[in-house]
């Protein structure tokens, strides 16, 4: 079971870049132009696979994107550059939020290089929003960090340990209690 839903998983993946890469060359094909356009690639984390959409305006590039849990960070490492940029990304909600306890959405908090960053808050839906972080010459690491970043295991792990300790008391409980008591 855990094989097919890897392989559902890739397969969807897979499926979301090559539309997107379909998209894309359509719209380059119909003349819009290229600076409007954005990119994918797929973020890799704990098996399962994610597309993130992102655009760079002025010089820069990404060489990967990465989860950092504890601080509930998507991590951007950047190619060397040799001046100034903007990144755009087109964050879902079911791989990086910003909300507060009523669901409300907060800030992204952002980091070029370590010095903070205000991000700038593009467009938002039910399902996604976009920011944009502009960057120096030479910059090498754009964080942003968030309320939530996918997977979110502790509500899981909470649960299976609360329902693996059911299953022992009731399991005791059938059994008439532990042997030798």
């Known amino acids: 079971m855990s094989d097919m839903r890897k392989m559902i998983s890739v397969l969807a993946a897979t499926s979301a870049l090559s539309f997107i890469s379909f998209l894309e060359i359509n719209a380059i094909a119909f ?57 755009s990304m087109q964050l879902t909600r079911n791989i990086i939020d910003a909300r507060d306890e009523n669901k409300a959405d907060t800030n992204y908090i952002a980091s070029v290089d370590g010095t903070p960053q205000t991000p700038r808050e593009l467009e938002k839906s039910d399902t996604a929003r976009t920011i944009s972080v502009s960057f120096p010459k030479d910059a090498r690491q754009i964080m942003i960090s968030g309320t939530y970043v996918v997977p979110e295991f502790e509500t899981i792990a909470a649960f299976a340990a609360v329902t693996a300790g059911m299953i022992a008391v009731l399991t005791i409980k059938k059994s008439g209690g532990p042997k030798g008591m």
Do not use: W
């Not at 409007?36 to 010089?59: C, M, P, W």
């Not at 998507?74 to 100034?84: C, F, T, Y």
């Open 31 to 87: 003349g819009q132009p290229s600076s409007d356009q954005y990119s994918a690639t797929v973020l890799n984390v704990d098996g399962n696979q994610y597309v993130i959409r992102f655009k760079i305006n002025g010089e820069g590039s990404i060489q990967n994107i990465n989860v950092d849990k504890n601080s509930k960070s998507l991590v951007v490492m950047l190619a060397p550059n040799h001046g100034n940029g903007t990144l």
